[in-house]
């Protein structure tokens, strides 16, 4: 069997495992998010906590309780970090510098999981679990609990209540995340991912060479990464790192929970506003720019224009041997079109091509499918956008799910579109016209130019992936690209929750004949070519001087 044709076979095994798993696990977390009933050990945490479960919130409310919450997550991790040489488990480790303790709180807090350091060489094993893995759990359920709120936007008719944050927050935790992740680090265990939780010790490695590593809850962590998001993981090589992606089907396995709850979220969209058909449209959008994104990095990686890459028919600098060029890109595609940050190889030696494309997956918003949470709820922000242009091309109000899009919703849409650009092409123009942190990028030219984009793209979407060669921690870079996090982060989710509670406050609009219809390919394929055009107008020119200009030179 031929590379290509192997590479094709494993990305339509992850298309048809999704297809499978999208129904039931979208029906879940459809009850999971409208059943009335609270487990024993939730409302143990109300009571803790202070909350009244059945008690409802305003966007308002909704919107301070989950900058409330993030506030104190960064506080606490922070101080974790810069105290750990007094805390348990430390392994000796030193606190962590002020401006790397802030970076990686922000980070972690966010979604993001940015991280500028090794793990195991700067962590201690109670800042990695009460820290870090926590937060890799609470942070996707607050994204959760956002594209949850938007959804009940649409579903609820002239009230001003969008649920309780805590509540969803919980269920997303204890019900959804926990569950997958249990399951998950069982099968890399079974795998071969090392699960150890000792002072260095020595393993028996995948080769059968002796090895002396630091210990850790690796497998844990590995799958808390994929579901979660986390950017270096345990070891810095990431996933292509023996000890936590041992064999090709762990890579799989990976890859599988890197998609299947932001693939499966729309399902459950569709369950909340009564129509499975909208769910399958919303779906279909992110799957049709997914495969799209998967075809063109694939094939830039394989049949790059390169001498080398061409004599040996792929492009194999950067990529671990044990999964090959076709996989690893798979791997990239998935890891940049969501807000991961996972890697099993090293974009940074990518083709001037492929690199640019795991670029323009974050640029596309992350929704294809995107973050935990935050690709439904970016996804249908776009749709909206969508539904106004075409309601301008037959000159009448449009509207959406039985909504009316006027000039309130579609400002807070537009607006949510702009945070993220801002972010990436201030702090990348910062950077490039400051000699001090030009200085950071370990090539010239364009291609030292698209590291620099890159951190901006990741920092700013959440994802946490790196063109590695750039030098980041430094106290300017730490603090930008938190900075970059934090703006990208919650001002789209306090613009989601301010449009979720315009549109709960509005009753049914019938359909009419002019009325769009939003369950049908045409309608498919106009969100994804708004996607497509949006991001080229705002981000074209960058990649021209980047990317683009690395290919052709």
């Given at each position: 069997?031929?590379?290509?044709?192997?590479?094709?076979?494993?990305?339509?095994?992850?298309?048809?495992?999704?297809?499978?798993?999208?129904?039931?696990?979208?029906?879940?977390?459809?009850?999971?998010?409208?059943?009335?009933?609270?487990?024993?050990?939730?409302?143990?945490?109300?009571?803790?906590?202070?909350?009244?479960?059945?008690?409802?919130?305003?966007?308002?409310?909704?919107?301070?309780?989950?900058?409330?919450?993030?506030?104190?997550?960064?506080?606490?991790?922070?101080?974790?970090?810069?105290?750990?040489?007094?805390?348990?488990?430390?392994?000796?480790?030193?606190?962590?510098?002020?401006?790397?303790?802030?970076?990686?709180?922000?980070?972690?807090?966010?979604?993001?999981?940015?991280?500028?350091?090794?793990?195991?060489?700067?962590?201690?094993?109670?800042?990695?679990?009460?820290?870090?893995?926590?937060?890799?759990?609470?942070?996707?359920?607050?994204?959760?609990?956002?594209?949850?709120?938007?959804?009940?936007?649409?579903?609820?008719?002239?009230?001003?209540?969008?649920?309780?944050?805590?509540?969803?927050?919980?269920?997303?935790?204890?019900?959804?995340?926990?569950?997958?992740?249990?399951?998950?680090?069982?099968?890399?265990?079974?795998?071969?991912?090392?699960?150890?939780?000792?002072?260095?010790?020595?393993?028996?490695?995948?080769?059968?060479?002796?090895?002396?590593?630091?210990?850790?809850?690796?497998?844990?962590?590995?799958?808390?990464?994929?579901?979660?998001?986390?950017?270096?993981?345990?070891?810095?090589?990431?996933?292509?790192?023996?000890?936590?992606?041992?064999?090709?089907?762990?890579?799989?396995?990976?890859?599988?929970?890197?998609?299947?709850?932001?693939?499966?979220?729309?399902?459950?969209?569709?369950?909340?506003?009564?129509?499975?058909?909208?769910?399958?449209?919303?779906?279909?959008?992110?799957?049709?720019?997914?495969?799209?994104?998967?075809?063109?990095?694939?094939?830039?990686?394989?049949?790059?224009?390169?001498?080398?890459?061409?004599?040996?028919?792929?492009?194999?600098?950067?990529?671990?041997?044990r999964f090959g060029v076709a996989n690893s890109a798979t791997f990239a595609d998935a890891t940049t079109l969501t807000?991961?940050?996972?890697?099993?190889?090293?974009?940074?030696?990518?083709?001037?091509?492929?690199?640019?494309?795991?670029?323009?997956?974050?640029?596309?918003?992350?929704?294809?499918?995107?973050?935990?949470?935050?690709?439904?709820?970016?996804?249908?922000?776009?749709?909206?956008?969508?539904?106004?242009?075409?309601?301008?091309?037959?000159?009448?109000?449009?509207?959406?799910?039985?909504?009316?899009?006027?000039?309130?919703?579609?400002k807070f849409a537009a607006t949510y579109f702009l945070v993220t650009p801002i972010c990436v092409l201030v702090g990348?123009?910062?950077?490039?016209?400051?000699?001090?942190?030009?200085?950071?990028?370990?090539?010239?030219?364009?291609?030292?130019?698209?590291?620099?984009?890159?951190?901006?793209?990741?920092?700013?979407?959440?994802?946490?992936?790196?063109?590695?060669?750039?030098?980041?921690?430094?106290?300017?870079?730490?603090?930008?690209?938190?900075?970059?996090?934090?703006?990208?982060?919650?001002?789209?989710?306090?613009?989601?929750?301010?449009?979720?509670?315009?549109?709960?406050?509005?009753?049914?609009?019938?359909?009419?004949?002019?009325?769009?219809?939003?369950?049908?390919?045409?309608?498919?394929?106009?969100?994804?070519?708004?996607?497509?055009?949006?991001?080229?107008?705002?981000?074209?020119?960058?990649?021209?001087?980047?990317?683009?200009?690395?290919?052709?030179?």
């Amino acid at each position: 069997m031929s590379t290509t044709t192997a590479g094709i076979c494993f990305a339509g095994s992850l298309v048809l495992a999704l297809a499978v798993v999208y129904r039931p696990l979208g029906d879940y977390m459809y009850r999971v998010f409208t059943g009335t009933t609270h487990a024993r050990a939730e409302k143990v945490i109300y009571r803790l906590i202070g909350v009244r479960p059945d008690a409802e919130q305003t966007w308002g409310v909704y919107a301070r309780s989950v900058l409330a919450f993030s506030v104190v997550s960064v506080l606490f991790l922070y101080g974790l970090q810069r105290l750990q040489n007094h805390l348990l488990l430390s392994l000796g480790f030193k606190p962590v510098m002020t401006h790397q303790a802030w970076n990686t709180a922000i980070s972690f807090t966010t979604n993001t999981n940015w991280q500028s350091y090794s793990g195991e060489s700067t962590m201690g094993h109670l800042v990695q679990m009460a820290g870090l893995a926590v937060q890799n759990f609470v942070s996707a359920a607050v994204g959760i609990a956002v594209a949850i709120a938007l959804v009940r936007g649409f579903a609820r008719r002239r009230t001003e209540h969008l649920g309780n944050f805590w509540v969803d927050l919980v269920r997303a935790n204890l019900r959804i995340l926990l569950p997958i992740a249990v399951v998950g680090a069982i099968v890399l265990v079974a795998g071969g991912a090392v699960q150890n939780f000792h002072d260095p010790h020595t393993i028996q490695t995948l080769t059968g060479a002796k090895q002396t590593i630091t210990g850790g809850p690796v497998a844990s962590q590995e799958v808390i990464k994929e579901l979660g998001t986390n950017g270096g993981g345990f070891y810095n090589a990431n996933s292509a790192h023996p000890f936590e992606n041992p064999t090709t089907w762990t890579n799989w396995f990976e890859i599988f929970l890197l998609l299947v709850i932001s693939f499966s979220l729309p399902r459950t969209f569709g369950r909340m506003v009564g129509s499975n058909k909208q769910g399958y449209a919303i779906v279909s959008v992110m799957a049709t720019l997914a495969v799209l994104s998967m075809t063109l990095i694939m094939w830039f990686q394989l049949a790059h224009h390169g001498t080398v890459p061409t004599a040996i028919g792929s492009s194999m600098e950067g990529v671990e041997t044990r999964f090959g060029v076709a996989n690893s890109a798979t791997f990239a595609d998935a890891t940049t079109l969501t807000s991961t940050g996972a890697v099993d190889s090293f974009h940074d030696s990518y083709t001037s091509l492929g690199g640019m494309m795991t670029m323009f997956n974050m640029m596309l918003g992350e929704v294809a499918p995107g973050g935990t949470g935050s690709g439904l709820y970016g996804m249908l922000i776009l749709a909206i956008v969508t539904v106004f242009v075409a309601g301008l091309m037959v000159g009448r109000t449009p509207e959406y799910l039985g909504k009316k899009i006027g000039s309130r919703e579609i400002k807070f849409a537009a607006t949510y579109f702009l945070v993220t650009p801002i972010c990436v092409l201030v702090g990348t123009a910062f950077a490039m016209a400051l000699p001090g942190q030009r200085a950071g990028m370990l090539n010239s030219g364009p291609h030292g130019l698209s590291e620099v984009l890159y951190a901006f793209t990741s920092a700013s979407n959440n994802n946490g992936s790196a063109f590695a060669g750039i030098t980041v921690n430094t106290p300017w870079y730490d603090t930008a690209l938190g900075l970059a996090m934090v703006f990208g982060r919650f001002l789209p989710m306090i613009f989601v929750l301010a449009l979720a509670g315009s549109l709960a406050k509005q009753g049914l609009t019938p359909a009419s004949e002019g009325t769009l219809p939003t369950h049908r390919p045409q309608f498919v394929v106009m969100v994804a070519g708004v996607t497509v055009v949006l991001v080229a107008l705002t981000f074209l020119p960058a990649l021209v001087l980047g990317p683009l200009a690395e290919g052709i030179h």
